[in-house]
């Protein structure tokens, strides 16, 4: 069983702090990996996809993707009470070209005013 | 911002009955996804369905469970025999390039009782 793995929190930082936030994967090969955000009884909400290693970043939020070590992190610059959610990182898996994704239990983040 | 439609947003149903989620995913969209969320557990793959056919399910899918997009705009999922079990947050999504990840739906809250 190809398993995703976050530490569920929480995770509490100051408003205008970095939070980091990370996670684990199993399946060596899998070759997309993406972060979503989800507020309380709501959908996931799509917010980084990154596929090679190195960081990739877009406005507040930067992906990280160590393949070699098999972790992909998040990191959220200037973190807003807004960003206070439960963020779930997400992984392709290699077998048969499925399409698939399979998603850690996420970890909850809150920002303190 | 296009939008992945769900429809009912809740459904109360009694166990044995059968139910049926409407979707009406992106319309420039080609992928097309069900999963579930037990409320306090991980988002879960159910299905996916492209050009008119299932491509991938998982082990939860099972012969109560079945897919079908009956137009060019709804794809719906069916439960024929709902148990207690099935009480879970149901997500569609779909995706104009699957290696891109997916737009989720709202969901539908699904009560067996």
């Known amino acids: 069983q190809k398993e995703v793995e976050q530490n569920s929190g929480p995770l509490s930082v100051p408003e205008g702090a970095i939070a980091s936030l990370n996670c684990t994967y199993s399946?060596?090969?899998?070759?997309?990996f993406f972060w979503y955000r989800q507020y309380s009884g709501k959908s996931p909400e799509l917010i980084m996809s990154?596929?090679?290693?190195g960081d990739k970043e877009d406005g507040r939020f930067t992906a990280q993707l160590n393949k070699a070590s098999q972790y992909v992190s998040l990191l959220i610059r200037d973190s807003q009470p807004s960003d206070s959610a439960t963020y779930l990182c997400?992984?392709?898996?290699?077998?048969?070209?499925?399409?698939?994704?399979?998603f850690g239990k996420g970890t909850k983040l809150t920002v303190n005013p | 911002e296009p939008e992945v439609t769900q429809t009912p947003s809740h459904q109360v149903t009694q166990m044995g009955q059968e139910v049926i989620l409407r979707c009406v995913p992106i319309?420039?969209?080609?992928?097309f996804y069900w999963y579930r969320q037990i409320l306090g557990q991980k988002v879960e793959f159910l299905v996916s369905?492209?050009?008119?056919?299932?491509?991938?399910k998982s082990e939860i899918f099972d012969d109560q469970f079945s897919v079908e997009r009956p137009d060019g705009s709804n794809f719906t999922l069916k439960i024929r025999s709902t148990k207690l079990e099935d009480s879970a947050m149901y997500f569609c999504?779909?995706?104009?390039?699957?290696?891109?990840?997916?737009?989720f739906g709202s969901g539908t809250r699904l009560t067996v009782v």
């Open positions: 999504a779909s995706s104009e390039n699957r290696r891109y990840g997916y737009t």
């Open positions: 399946d060596r090969g899998s070759q997309s």
């Open positions: 990154i596929y090679s290693n």
């Open positions: 997400a992984v392709t898996p290699t077998q048969g070209g499925s399409e698939k994704l399979v």
């Open positions: 319309s420039n969209h080609l992928y």
């Open positions: 369905f492209y050009n008119n056919e299932i491509s991938e």
